[in-house]
C-alpha cells in the first residue's frame, strides 16, 4: 500500500502562483501513473494532471499552460507548479497514484483557495 503526503495549498491571490508537493512511500511497484485531482462542494473530482511513469503528462484543458507537473524520482515525490491562478481554481486538491492493474491510492487533499 502507498501512503501519499499532500503539502503546499493555501491562499493566494488571483494571477498568484502555488507549488503543491506530494510525496509517496510504501509499495511503488507497478504504478502506471500519478497525478492531481481537484474537487469542489457539489461538483464531481476532477483530473488536473498526470504523469505516467514513462514520463508523459497529460493536463485538463482549462490548466493547460499555467500548471506544470513534474516529479523528482530520488524523492518519490510529484510537484504541481500552479502559475496564473485563478478564482475557479480554488479546490481541494487531490494527489492519486494509480497502478497498472487499476487500482487507486488517494491522499487526505490540500487546500487552494484563490481570492482577492
Known amino acids: 500500500q502507498v501512503q501519499l503526503v499532500e503539502s503546499g495549498g493555501g491562499l493566494v491571490q488571483p494571477g498568484g502562483s502555488l507549488r503543491l508537493s506530494c510525496a509517496a512511500s510504501?509499495?511503488?511497484?507497478?504504478?502506471?501513473?500519478m497525478g492531481w485531482y481537484r474537487q469542489t462542494p457539489g461538483k464531481e473530482r476532477e483530473l488536473v494532471a498526470v504523469i505516467f511513469n514513462v514520463g508523459s503528462t497529460n493536463y485538463a484543458d482549462s490548466v493547460k499552460g499555467r500548471f506544470t507537473i513534474s516529479r523528482d524520482n530520488s524523492k518519490n515525490t510529484i510537484y504541481l507548479q500552479m502559475n496564473s491562478l485563478k478564482p475557479e481554481d480554488t479546490a481541494v486538491y487531490y494527489c492519486?497514484?494509480?497502478?497498472?492493474?487499476?487500482?487507486?491510492?488517494w491522499g487526505r487533499g490540500t487546500q487552494v483557495t484563490v481570492s482577492s
Open positions: 510504501g509499495n511503488l511497484f507497478r504504478i502506471n501513473n
Open positions: 492519486n497514484v494509480r497502478y497498472s492493474n487499476g487500482g487507486r491510492i
